[in-house]
């Protein structure tokens, strides 16, 4: 028996949307207000794992074909590497380090190397959550 | 600030992460973990004789001064036992080599050995109570993965035990963190150390103390041991190995670190409790040994009586005492894995795992069966091999501390040892083999390699001992003078 | 009082009033006899409470702090648009997973249509019927 | 590197190189190549006779462990060269013995190899001076000579005798070792000779008993003296060679070694005297007593050897007095209690060796070693006749031959002692002659029952049906070498204690006048009561052997389930048993008692301390205000949490699972924690729906089939734990002593630029941790991907 | 004055939520259970709302907005294993 | 408050190793996961209630309440999350090749 998510899927769209755009706000505003990589990739994470619930394991994968294990292994990547990076300029472990560059049309921007940790936190978050719910969705 | 610090803890790591990317490259991937574990051996050999002609090191991450940031510290204890845990690591990567086989190879297998030998390295050196919780949990998650690794029956079904018990193992340790929080308000163990001191380590901060006895305990398996014989005995034979030689040494590392270092004031009380328990632990160990027909429950009780067996060392307290608990533990280490890498392999020839079924395995293996005698003696503390100095210096402790129980226990233990494991020798290696040599099953030449080099590490850390000595002493004399290890964190 | 309390004081009232609605609701869901019902209960006066509840904080931090909240509006809107779909949902369900309606309930005209006739036929009526909107 | 260390090494290194060179060999050659090594060693050691008789002594260091005091110190002195003599003198003639009686096929290569570790290791406990070193050779004759029983390793009997003797002789090193570590307690150092300086200072310590009776069950247990002889006649699986080394000269005198060579340590107190002398002779009777009414002639040779051993036992506790009284001229006479041990330890090994190897020929040619089945044998083996006649005369203590000289010091020794007054020997002294007396006539009747039922009378038919016939010369060299020395030793006794014993003797009494100790041996010295005792040993000798049918009942009043063989292995098997039952008992397998045992203990350990140290307080005014919400909110979550416990169904239960994550959500917005609500939302409603995704494989709960025992016992401990978490919780809230360290991060945006307190903590303060959590959910990722995916194969593979 | 009400008005909304969690633990059917769920989680949003202004902080109003999507989300999950027993399909339904 | 708190604590404590000492599967991981909660919230207790204000600096200029027991249940959350997750995909794989998700039919030690 079928049974038709004709309203879940048309809301789903609209909410899906809101909930990256808030993960990614999340993810950026985590400095100075609540979130941060973790929160924001949990949050990306479970939009992510909405849109499985609500649609199937292979339309999800045909629109976003990651190998998930890879996008989390390179989060880890990511946020070792940041870590390590301070090693080759003499500074203690996972030392980091900020700079205020312009930017042509942004104008003046804080970019800290602790982004690049959080976005490896963030990654790793998204993709082991989704490994782990698809890993088990997919077992006979 | 010394970066190396960190690399016995990362490189994995990152190799780890790496070989997770190249998951079909078998071949690439066995290269890139052995020279990993090869090069940790070689950073963690610098780093300890760095230690001794530069003191203590600590590596502040971020460059945060203790007691805020988290930190590395390197003294000559933990970092003898990451070497010994790099080394072993190296060796049982060999015998996987040509054992594991390629399912498993497949399925991650040198990752998570990677992940798993990164939390151990990672307990060992760290200097932050909380930090030592995520080590472990990094330890615990890997080995999670590594006991249920083959899906059989019997393994999963141990694997849940054992997850879920460590599960609530580690709950206890943050109930432990979340009190010593409470009390002393800082989480740095140099820093905890300074303020436990001056608090006088009074009655609620004992209470503490020994919360974090218990749950060491549980991971050392002292006294709280049950976990240990099921799921020791269902994974492959190299993460057998592997956990024998270095989950249980994580516990020990982490009671004898607290308990020198963060509690040692109320001696009177901890470590009449440890003295206590070490015993228990001995006799059930010797039990479990005695009544074992088969190699792995024989094998995996041995376990137990050595980790009673070091924590004796820790209960009597004195430098000597201190001194042959390490030697004793760089010798467990070494001879567990050596043990459990050969009865998995008289399972693996002769397809039996009880005692009596066998017979004869000598004469189409000599040289296995007489690196087994051979890992039988280093265990039972016959000199000259490796388990001789610890013995002997655990030993004097007690007798200069006049613990004639544990003494007595200990000692008695060590018959028991040789006992249980010589029945396996007389009965499964010695008498009349039905199998003809030619239809023996041959042992791949990669678990040779492994077996010989671990037999000669036990026979050049027992003949060797002074080469080590140096270390060891310094090592203990850490653990007994703290304010050597807390001034190298806190000063300067 | 300035017209900043006046509004401080309708968003405390307005947070009251969601309030009170809120435990009607919940005694709705009490007291009700069957599932669908119930959920009457909990999507519109619940929504009702949430939503004043929330333009009272709204109101609150505008005009306490001067503070125009993109998150509560996002927050208004967004339980606005997901509390009827979740209500639906659980009342399909509830009904596909044949959970009994109330002894005193009117005539239930998708029994016949959902379970006792021919199934097979009417849903694939029914996809045919949905399938423009799919589009 | 000097000679003598040499002397140690040079075995070890041949033993190392058999196995790796042996392929290369003729197989005929091997031990004749192994001979060349005791042949030189022992000439080498006779270089060293003229020079220590003059009272040189020979050490040298080699650092080993320096920092725990444990050196490589050979030290050569009387009473090591005379073992050392032995070792190598004895092992010369049984390796070639050996070569002629092992035959081609066996792996010889193993046989020589073996030897030749015992031989080294014997070597370097006569040869160590450093307890710990001693200790490592002692272990290792140990196990040299568990390799050698068990050579026939096929066999289940040879086994067994090895595990025994391997048990008992590791356990005995084992106390032993226990006792050098509390001697080296009390003087610091491990060298005997610095011990020996100390020993006024450390005899009156309370260790120094202990430290005795430890050291004395180590030499007890080696020298299978009773009750722990009971592995030397399970030995006797040994090849014979074997038997001839091992029980002969070399492994069970390394106990009569290191109680000579601790006398004089220990040698003044009352309890040595007493439990050497004492054990001694109860050895010495239990062994001649048991060796009568043996039928295998190698468990009589075994049985005698044992009451040989408590014989020299028992002197050497005899000689002891003398280290107690001092020197003085009336106390000199009782060193030769000691010179008689000394001589009747060679003599011991001469004749016991030539006796060996006459059963390895009979056991060889004959093909059977039983006595009821042998007989006669006089005509076919008359060498070997001659042999076991020479050598059992002397163990009989008959003139010419040497065991008649000791025998007879060693009658006098006890005669002597009874004369004495201190350790209240004057009550029960008498008893020493009377036992030595009895012991002496069993050892007269097993001895002419050696070679009256073998050699004399009738052949018995299925022997003479193989036509059995003389043994090769080879065989015999060694045992004639070894009887001309019997009757060497009598005729020319003197110089074997000018040279040899004397010096031996210095080492024992190292306070003593050297030329006041050595007596000259006479064969005859007037009608002393000595020589009484050995008129009456051969009359009543030989009296009750002709009446012995009469007289073996009395074999029978102990019944067979008390031999103390018997009481051993029930002691074994029982261990067993009851470890197993035990073991089995609280090891279920059953995660829920394991848990059980967990939170007993924690309660029991971490509640019992809590509470007996009172530890806890309570002082609620300093606690945060409570709001009446607060007050709903918790009981709330107790509802909820408590209704979990009644759930039915699994749903139910996760759904209130989630009420509890979402009042702990909400108990972090109340207390200010927003990084954490938000977490804890997030995580708590991806965990539901892990839940849910699992719970396709799971099956729907039923209800608990546990008894309502069980769950009252379940619901105390959990009741028990969770007060004591509130309690300890309660007095940890009101511990006020110290500030926190987070007080610092609230500069964060000065020190890391960030203004979310939680999130600099998160990704700067303690990133590392950040990292590895990230790691963390990296393996638990990779882990079920891997638990999915990676299935048993059908088959199962055996091992991986 | 203004905080009594606040603080009333978060005692309602408890008592809201331990009504509905009567209706949690007794049921009957599934359904109902997840319909309370799901009206907790909107009463906890609006808690949320109040404590933010009771303690006059904006650092909670992500986790009204969180509360909200999730509260949506566990609701779509749940009806979907009610309904199916799987809660993502394998394939597409098409 | 405070008091309270560890009074929860100490019943949510009770509950959980009541569910955890129970013989299925479900009921054990969901004790496991009642322990996590109680555990949380018993960090976040000996930190100290309500002793300042929620600690983000642009908010308020202090004094805030203890940041770092947050910053520890945080990474404690995440990984009982990593932990809860490997565990509930173990507890089927063994209810799947074991046939039974009751802890006391896995004793294991008859059927070898």
């Known amino acids: 028996m079928k049974i038709n998510d004709v309203i879940l899927r048309t809301v789903v769209r609209g909410v899906v949307f809101i909930i990256l755009t808030l993960g990614v706000y999340l993810f950026f505003s985590g400095h100075n207000a609540p979130g941060g990589g973790f929160i924001g990739g949990l949050v990306l994470g479970s939009g992510i794992v909405l849109l499985y619930i609500t649609y199937d394991l292979e339309t999800v994968h045909k629109r976003m074909p990651f190998d998930f294990k890879k996008v989390a292994g390179f989060g880890v990547l990511l946020a070792t590497g940041s870590a390590i990076g301070a090693i080759f300029f003499d500074a203690p472990f996972l030392s980091q380090t900020d700079v205020y560059y312009t930017f042509p049309v942004l104008g003046e921007k804080h970019l800290t190397t602790v982004t690049i940790f959080e976005a490896g936190v963030a990654l790793t978050v998204i993709g082991t959550l989704v490994t782990i719910i698809l890993s088990i969705s997919e077992d006979e | 600030m010394n970066n190396l610090l960190v690399l016995p803890l990362i490189i994995p790591i990152i190799t780890a992460v790496i070989l997770v990317f ?47 940031g988290i930190l590395f510290v390197g003294d000559s204890f933990s970092i003898l036992l990451v070497l010994t845990a790099s080394i072993i690591t190296s060796f049982c990567l060999l015998y996987a080599f040509s054992t594991i086989g390629s399912r498993h190879e497949k399925m991650f297998f040198y990752p998570f050995v990677l992940f798993l030998i990164a939390g151990v390295n990672g307990s060992f050196l760290t200097g932050d109570i909380f930090n030592l919780f995520v080590c472990f949990e990094v330890m615990l998650l890997a080995s999670y993965v590594l006991v249920a690794l083959g899906g059989k029956k019997r393994q999963l079904r141990e694997s849940l035990k054992y997850v879920l018990i460590n599960v609530v193992a580690s ?41 974090f006895l218990i749950v060491f305990s549980l991971k050392a398996g002292l006294l709280l041991f049950f976990w240990l014989p099921g799921s020791y005995s269902v994974p492959p034979t190299v993460v057998q190995a592997l956990f024998a030689s270095l989950l249980t040494k994580v516990g020990i590392y982490a009671l004898i670190r607290t308990f020198t270092l963060m509690f040692p004031l109320n001696q009177d009380v901890t470590h009449t409790i440890i003295g206590v328990m070490a015993g228990i632990t001995l006799i059930a160990g010797c039990m479990g040994a005695l009544s074992g027909r088969d190699i792995y429950t024989i094998a995996t009780y041995n376990v137990i009586i050595g980790v009673g067996f070091i924590l004796i060392g820790l209960a009597v307290g004195t430098e000597t005492a201190l001194t042959g608990a390490i030697y004793y533990l760089i010798h467990d280490m070494l001879a567990k894995a050596l043990l459990f890498l050969l009865v998995g392999m008289v399972f693996y020839v002769s397809g039996e795992s009880v005692v009596k079924k066998m017979s004869g395995i000598i004469q189409n293996y000599p040289l296995f069966g007489w690196i087994y005698f051979l890992v039988m003696l280093a265990l039972a503390g016959i000199p000259p091999l490796s388990g001789f100095m610890g013995k002997v210096l655990i030993g004097q402790g007690a007798i200069e501390s006049g613990s004639y129980v544990l003494l007595a226990l200990g000692f008695a233990s060590s018959i028991i040892v040789l006992y249980s494991l010589l029945r396996i020798f007389l009965a499964s290696f010695f008498g009349e083999t039905t199998i003809s040599y030619d239809f023996r099953k041959p042992i791949p030449k990669g678990a040779y390699l492994a077996f010989v080099l671990l037999a000669l590490s036990i026979v050049s850390v027992g003949v060797g001992a002074e080469s080590l000595a140096v270390y060891v002493k310094d090592a203990a004399n850490t653990l007994m003078n703290p304010s050597i290890y807390i001034d190298a964190v806190l000063k300067g | 009082m300035t017209v900043k309390e006046i509004l401080e004081w309708a968003a405390v009232l307005l947070v009251l009033f969601g309030s009170i609605i809120s435990v009607i609701s919940a005694f709705g869901l009490i007291k009700l006899p069957d599932v669908y019902t119930r959920s009457h209960a909990a999507t519109k006066s619940s929504t009702l409470a949430v939503l004043s509840c929330l333009l009272g904080a709204f109101i609150y931090f505008w005009s306490h702090d001067g503070y125009v909240s993109i998150r509560l509006i996002l927050g208004i809107i967004f339980v606005f648009i997901t509390a009827p779909v979740a209500g639906h949902l659980v009342c399909r369900a509830a009904y596909r997973s044949r959970v009994p309606l109330a002894e005193n309930s009117g005539e239930d005209e998708l029994k016949a249509v959902l379970f006792d006739g021919d199934i097979a036929a009417v849903t694939t009526e029914a996809m045919t019927k949905e399938e423009p909107e799919k589009q | 590197m000097t000679i003598e260390i040499a002397i140690i090494l040079i075995p070890f290194i041949m033993a190392a190189l058999i196995p790796l060179f042996y392929r290369r060999l003729q197989r005929k050659f091997i031990g004749w190549i192994v001979l060349v090594i005791p042949v030189s060693l022992f000439l080498i050691l006779t270089t060293y006779i003229p020079r220590i008789a003059n009272g040189e002594a020979f050490s040298h260091t080699y650092e080993w462990i320096p920092s725990f ?147 004395l069950l180590g030499a007890f247990t080696k020298s299978a003296q009773f009750p722990f002889h009971i592995w030397l006649p399970d030995a006797m699986e040994a090849p014979t060679p074997v038997s001839a080394y091992l029980h002969s000269a070399t492994m069970v005198k390394a106990g009569i070694y290191l109680v000579a060579r601790f006398t004089p340590v220990f040698g003044g107190e009352m309890i040595w005297f007493w439990a050497v002398t004492g054990v001694g002779l109860i050895t010495l009777f239990w062994g001649s007593f048991n060796a009568v009414r043996q039928y295998d002639l190698k468990a009589i040779l075994a049985y005698s050897t044992v009451s040989q051993l408590g014989l020299i036992m028992s002197l050497l506790g005899l000689g002891s007095v003398a280290v107690h009284l001092g020197y ?10 000691t010179f008689a041990a000394l001589f009747h330890l060679i003599n011991h090994s001469t004749f016991k060796g030539a006796l060996f190897m006459m059963v390895g020929i009979v056991d060889h040619e004959i093909g059977t070693r039983d006595i009821r089945r042998l007989g006669g044998l006089m005509s076919i083996l008359p060498f070997t006749f001659t042999i076991a006649l020479i050598g059992c005369f002397s163990m009989a203590g008959l003139p010419p031959f040497n065991g008649f000289l000791s025998k007879e010091m060693f009658f006098a020794a006890t005669v002597k002692i009874t004369k004495l007054d201190i350790y209240s020997i004057e009550s029960i002294g008498i008893l020493i002659p009377v036992i030595a007396w009895v012991a002496s006539v069993l050892t007269f009747i097993y001895c002419v029952i050696i070679v009256s039922k073998t050699f004399l009378g009738k052949i018995k038919p299925d022997i003479s049906e193989k036509n059995p016939h003389e043994a090769p010369v080879g065989m015999l060299i060694s045992p004639f070498v070894l009887i001309g020395l019997v009757i060497i030793i009598f005729f020319f006794p003197n110089i074997l204690g000018e040279y040899i014993l004397r010096p031996a003797m210095a080492s024992v009494y190292p306070t003593f006048p050297l030329a006041e100790m050595t007596p000259h041996i006479h064969p005859w010295h007037g009608f002393k009561p000595e020589l009484f005792m050995t008129i009456g040993v051969i009359l009543i000798g030989i009296l009750l052997y002709r009446y012995k049918k009469y007289w073996m009942k009395i074999y029978r009043i102990f019944p067979q389930q008390w031999t103390l063989n018997a009481i051993y292995e029930k002691v074994i098997t029982s261990s067993e048993n009851m470890s197993e039952s035990i073991t089995k008992r609280y090891m279920t397998g059953n995660l829920m008692h394991y848990f059980v045992y967990i939170y007993v203990s924690f309660v029991v350990i971490v509640a019992g301390t809590f509470l007996v140290l009172e530890a806890f307080t309570w002082d609620p005014s300093s606690d945060a205000p409570v709001e009446n919400y607060e007050l709903l909110l918790v009981f709330v979550a107790i509802f909820a949490s408590f209704a979990l416990l009644f759930a039915k169904s ?151 | ?69 999730l509260a949506f989300i566990g609701t779509i999950a749940f009806s979907k294993y009610i309904e199916r027993g799987v809660i993502v399909d394998r394939k597409g339904d098409s | 408050m405070e008091s309270l708190m560890m009074i929860l604590i100490g019943v949510l404590v009770a509950v959980g190793i009541y569910l955890v000492l129970s013989r299925n599967i479900i009921r054990v991981i969901l004790g496991t996961a009642i322990l996590s909660h109680a555990v949380h919230l018993l960090i976040l207790t000996m930190g100290g209630l309500k002793k300042g204000d929620v600690p983000l600096l642009s908010q308020s200029k202090g004094p805030f309440t203890d940041a770092l027991p947050q910053a520890l249940i945080l990474t404690a959350i995440v990984i009982s999350f990593a932990t809860t997750a490997f565990l509930l995909v173990l507890a089927y794989r063994t209810y799947k090749t074991n046939g039974s998700d009751d802890l006391q039919e896995l004793r294991g030690m008859s059927d070898e």
């Open chain 2, 22 to 68: 190249l998951r079909e490259q078998i071949v690439l991937q066995r290269i890139i973990s052995l020279i990993t574990m090869i090069f940790i051996t070689i950073i963690s050999a610098l780093l300890l004789n760095m230690v001794q002609t530069e003191g203590i090191m600590r590596l502040d991450f971020s460059g945060w001064l203790p007691p805020f």
């Open chain 2, 171 to 211: 709950w206890m340790f943050l109930i432990a963190l979340a009190f010593l929080y409470g009390t002393v308000k800082t989480l740095n163990m140099a820093h905890i150390a300074v303020r436990v001191a001056e608090a006088g380590q009074d009655p609620l901060l004992t209470t503490v103390a020994i919360l």
């Open chain 4, 69 to 215: 005091n444990i050196n490589f110190t050979t030290y050569i002195d009387g009473l090591s060269l005379i073992f050392s003599l032995l070792i190598t003198g004895v092992g010369s003639l049984v390796i070639l013995y050996s070569i002629f009686y092992l035959s081609m096929k066996e792996s010889l290569h193993h046989f020589y190899c073996y030897l030749l570790l015992f031989m080294g290791a014997m070597l370097g406990v006569v040869f160590s001076d450093n307890l710990m070193v001693l200790y490592a050779f002692w272990e290792l004759t140990s196990v040299s000579s568990f390799l050698l029983i068990a050579f026939w390793h096929h066999r289940k009997a040879s086994r067994a005798g090895a595990r025994k003797s391997m048990t008992i002789t590791v356990s005995g090193g084992l106390s032993m070792l226990l006792g050098f570590l509390m001697l080296y307690t009390m003087t610091g150092t491990f060298s005997i000779r610095e011990i020996l300086e100390n020993v006024d200072k450390i005899s009156e310590q309370a260790l120094f008993i202990p430290a005795l009776v430890l050291i």
């Open chain 4, 328 to 337: 003085s001229t009336s106390s000199v006479i009782y060193t030769q209690a």
């Open chain 4, 650 to 800: 699994r749903i139910t239960a996760v759904l209130l699972n989630g009420v509890v994550g979402y009042a702990v959500a909400f108990f972090f917005v109340i207390f200010r924690a927003p990084d954490l609500a938000l977490t804890q939302l997030v995580v708590e409603s991806v965990t539901t729906a892990l839940y849910l995704i699992c719970f396709k494989y799971l099956a729907e709960l039923k209800p608990e089939p546990s008894s309502r025992k069980t769950k009252l016992s379940n619901g105390l401990i959990s009741i028990l734990v969770g007060s004591t978490v509130t309690l300890i919780g309660l007095a940890v809230v009101n511990y006020e002593k110290f500030n926190s360290i987070s007080s610092y991060f609230e500069d964060s945006y000065n020190l890391a630029g960030g203004k979310n307190i939680v999130n600099t903590i998160l990704g700067d303060f303690r990133a590392f941790d950040t990292m590895l959590e990230v790691v963390v959910l990296f393996i638990a990722g990779l882990g079920v991907y891997t638990l999915i995916k990676l299935k048993a194969s059908k088959k199962g593979d055996a091992d991986t």
């Open chain 5, 1 to 69: 004055m203004k905080e009594t009400i606040l603080l009333l008005a978060l005692t309602f909304f408890m008592i809201a939520i331990a009504l509905l969690l009567y209706r949690v633990i007794v049921g009957p059917s599934m359904p109902d259970r997840a319909i309370a769920l799901d009206t907790i989680g909107v009463n906890l949003i609006s808690a949320i709302a109040v404590v933010s202004i009771v303690l006059s902080t904006k650092a909670f109003l992500e986790a009204i907005l969180i509360l909200g999507i």
